[in-house]
């Protein structure tokens, strides 16, 4: 079954620098959600679309924006790169039909 | 303020049944519980949900008793790839993840 991508895998920015993470949800779903997981932390949730639209917020700093694209698949694009954004990226996508939420395998971002 | 409680940590050996209580005292109506397995530095994966009394799937059961202020999370002869966080989560729309419990499996 096909499950929910994200691109690239790995990521290694300076500070200051930008960086554009992707994910390609689950065919037939509308719903994406991004996730922050810090070293040794547990998920927060950054912010979610349905049907290409922002649908919630979480706790994303405003250096952070993303969008849902036509396709679906969404963008979380992060400015001014700061140390403490080094953290592991996840991209979940869930139907209407179904509340579950799907994970994909992550973006590992590393702030040099 | 945590929607859910569980343990911080759980011991067991190979071949155990583990049993995880979570406790969800403010569950809204309209709220699910769902459980979510995370191996180190992999997305969470999607165990088993459920809305009341119990539900059983391949890998685990779910029992939520009726009035809903707790559920157990029950894993049949874990083996050591069952080692582990476990989330309990309420999901609503988006899922808030508190601190999940870390069950270590031993031969």
């Known amino acids: 079954a096909a499950g929910v991508i994200q691109s690239p895998r790995h990521l290694i920015k300076e500070k200051r620098e930008t960086a554009t993470l992707k994910c390609y949800p689950i065919?037939?779903?509308?719903?994406v959600y991004w996730y922050q997981q810090g070293p040794g932390q547990d998920p927060q949730f950054l912010i979610s679309?349905?049907?290409?639209?922002?649908?919630d917020k979480g706790s994303i700093p405003d250096r952070f924006s993303a969008q849902q694209f036509s396709d679906y698949h969404s963008e979380l694009n992060m400015s001014s790169l700061e140390l403490g954004d080094s953290a592991l990226y996840f991209c979940?996508?869930?139907?209407?039909?179904?509340?579950?939420?799907?994970f994909g395998a992550g973006t590992r971002l590393s702030v040099l | 303020l945590a929607k859910t409680t569980q343990p911080i940590s759980m011991d067991s050996y190979e071949g155990q049944e583990v049993n995880i209580t979570c406790s969800h005292n403010?569950?809204?109506?309209?709220?699910?519980i769902t459980w979510y397995q995370q191996f180190p530095s992999q997305g969470p994966r999607f165990i088993i949900q459920?809305?009341?009394t119990k539900v059983t799937n391949e890998v685990a059961s779910l029992f939520i008793p009726a009035d809903r202020k707790s559920s157990t999370l029950s894993l049949p002869r874990v083996s050591l790839s069952d080692t582990a966080v476990y989330y309990c989560?309420?999901?609503?729309?988006?899922?808030?993840f508190g601190a999940g419990t870390t069950v270590t499996v031993r031969a």
């Open positions: 979940a996508s869930r139907s209407r039909s179904k509340n579950i939420q799907y």
């Open positions: 989560l309420l999901n609503d729309y988006k899922l808030s």
């Open positions: 403010n569950i809204a109506t309209n709220d699910y």
């Open positions: 459920g809305y009341k």
């Open positions: 065919p037939r779903h509308d719903t």
């Open positions: 679309f349905y049907e290409k639209m922002q649908s």
